[in-house]
């Protein structure tokens, strides 16, 4: 750059720098003039490109969710403390679209447990099972053979609980992973009960306590689990849906009260 150059843009402001920058833009400068010419003829060496070894994956430590729910499972020595262990538990990711834990309602000392599948809509917003239509349904079903979840008395009484705890989306039907992960916490929750009788409330109950499905089939039929009768029954739910299988979920009324009166 000549002295004369440099002199002229030294008394230049900063409006007439910009101003003069924005003209030569404008005339198609699109590079500055260097202290020294370069030689365009001369082709550059060519620099070999690094040779960069490939990164390792990182692998994620695979945590075993269902070993985690035997072991908080087993610890839990009471029914407040099981609670507290589903509740602290954080890999089912149902937990993470339910508004609440749903454990479970009725009498501790019942006779009598039921489990069904899982929570639908208003049992997350209130925290307990069985309390919509279903809900309903089924306690006006039990009355009739004289067990209810309200009363104190343990040969009157009913426990209700679920398969899951949580709500799964849109009431879909529970996954086989979800129902793995919940199954060790069922277990021990029978296990702090320890009722005469349990009562699978359609397939996914069926299917969590005695490995199989297909209600319609196993309705009616005693089976066994942890040691205890159980008696697969429609979910009333289903019964909503159908009324005319209420005549075959009377039957299996029956059939519980005998049970009962047999002292199992």
């Given amino acids: 750059m000549s002295s004369d150059v440099a002199a002229s843009l030294a008394s230049m402001g900063y409006w007439e720098m910009q101003a003069a920058l924005a003209w030569q833009v404008d005339m198609g400068v699109d590079e500055a003039i260097l202290d020294a010419p370069i030689d365009r003829t001369i082709v550059p ?4 490109d690094p040779v960069i070894a490939p990164a390792e994956p990182a692998l994620e430590p695979s945590v075993d969710g269902v070993a985690v729910a ?3 499972a087993a610890a839990a020595a009471s029914l407040d403390a099981l609670r507290a262990a589903m509740e602290g538990y ?3 990711e149902l937990k993470l679209g339910a508004k609440q834990l749903v454990f479970a309602d009725g009498q501790p000392g019942a006779r009598v ?15 307990k099972p069985f309390v919509g239509r279903a809900g309903q349904l089924l306690d006006l ?16 009484a009913l426990y209700i609980t679920n398969v899951l705890p949580w709500r799964p989306p849109q009431n879909r039907d529970p996954k086989p992973e979800e129902m793995a992960m919940m199954l060790p916490f069922l277990r021990r929750h029978i296990e702090l009960i320890d009722p005469d009788i349990i009562v699978a ?7 969590a306590l005695l490995g199989k499905r297909g209600i319609t089939r196993l ?3 005693w089976a066994e689990a942890m ?6 029954m429609f979910h009333p739910a289903y019964l909503l849906r159908t009324p005319e299988a209420k005549r075959e979920a009377w039957a299996d009324l029956l059939s519980l009260k005998s049970k009962l009166g047999q002292g199992t």
């Fill in 141 to 156: 079903m039990f009355s009739h053979i004289g067990l209810s979840r309200e009363t104190p008395d343990p040969g009157a």
């Fill in 90 to 92: 954080d890999l089912c």
């Fill in 219 to 221: 309705r009616g039929n």
């Fill in 45 to 48: 060496e060519k620099t070999p």
């Fill in 113 to 127: 447990m039921i489990v069904g599948e899982a929570p639908g809509r208003d049992e997350d917003m209130q925290g």
């Fill in 70 to 72: 035997e072991g908080l």
């Fill in 201 to 207: 409330m359609g397939n996914h109950a069926c299917q």
């Fill in 227 to 232: 040691g205890r009768p159980v008696l697969p």
